[in-house]
């Protein structure tokens, strides 16, 4: 079993559309959680951090369930802009506060 | 300015040849990283410095060899190439995780990125 596990995708969704993606960890260790975003052929970029109770950033909210080791990114009113790849990160504080990023899950919204 | 940067964007080469990628960061961070992207776009650590320092060293072949000469370098050799290193290679950098502790915000800063291809 991978350690970070998320659905590959593609989501094909139109403009204004909402979407969520969601995410396994393996660790219960774990202690922080983060999502990334990697645009085509670019390198990945922090998006947001996912907090214990949940966060919001605009149009994005994280969401965190540490009973069943899974997190939660929704995108409200996609926008084309939206279209990348969202990448689930953990971080595990005894691993070396090394991170551990799962496979990504790629989102094209449409007009 | 660019904060994290790396050289040469693209490598095309034979299997068998020695390559090097370079990598230089202007963050003032003390921990910079290589990382591996494969075709199925999964990102893995190679390895992880702190000052110079080799912290992290994932199962890599012993063909690829990291050199930091100082904390803002963090290059990349790789001997004898073989087909199943073509992949994009990706330095970064942070602020010390290992200081920072719980405190550390988990931000890494990457460079663009380094296609190899190898035929």
């Known amino acids: 079993r991978k350690e970070v596990e998320q659905d590959p995708g593609p989501f094909n969704v139109p403009e204004g559309a909402t979407v969520a993606f969601n995410c396994t960890y393996s660790?219960?260790?774990?202690?922080?959680f983060f999502w990334y975003r990697q645009d085509c052929r670019k390198e990945p970029k922090l998006l947001m951090s996912?907090?214990?109770s949940g966060n919001e950033d605009g149009r994005f909210t994280a969401q965190l369930n540490r009973a069943s080791q899974y997190i939660s990114l929704l995108i409200r009113d996609s926008k084309l802009s939206d279209s990348a790849t969202y990448l689930c990160?953990?971080?595990?504080?005894?691993?070396?506060?090394?991170?551990?990023f799962g496979g990504g899950t790629r989102l094209m919204v449409k007009p | 300015d660019t904060a994290v940067s790396q050289t040469p964007k693209y490598l095309v080469t034979q299997m068998g040849n020695d390559k090097s990628i370079k990598c230089e960061q202007n963050?003032?961070?003390?921990?910079m990283y290589w990382y591996k992207q494969d075709s199925k776009k999964f990102l893995k650590i190679m390895f992880s410095?702190?000052?110079?320092?080799?912290?992290i060293n994932e199962t890599v072949p012993n063909r690829f060899s990291p050199k930091s000469p100082d904390k803002a370098h963090l290059n990349l050799h790789i001997n004898s190439l073989e087909l199943g290193d073509s992949a994009v290679y990706f330095c970064?950098?942070?602020?010390?995780?290992?200081?920072?502790?719980?405190?550390?915000?988990?931000?890494?800063?990457f460079g663009e990125g380094s296609r190899l291809t190898v035929l």
């Open positions: 970064a950098s942070s602020q010390d995780p290992m200081a920072l502790g719980v405190l550390w915000a988990g931000e890494l800063f």
């Open positions: 660790n219960s260790a774990s202690q922080s």
């Open positions: 996912v907090y214990s």
């Open positions: 990160v953990v971080n595990s504080f005894n691993a070396g506060n090394m991170l551990t």
């Open positions: 963050l003032g961070h003390d921990t």
């Open positions: 410095y702190n000052n110079k320092e080799l912290i």
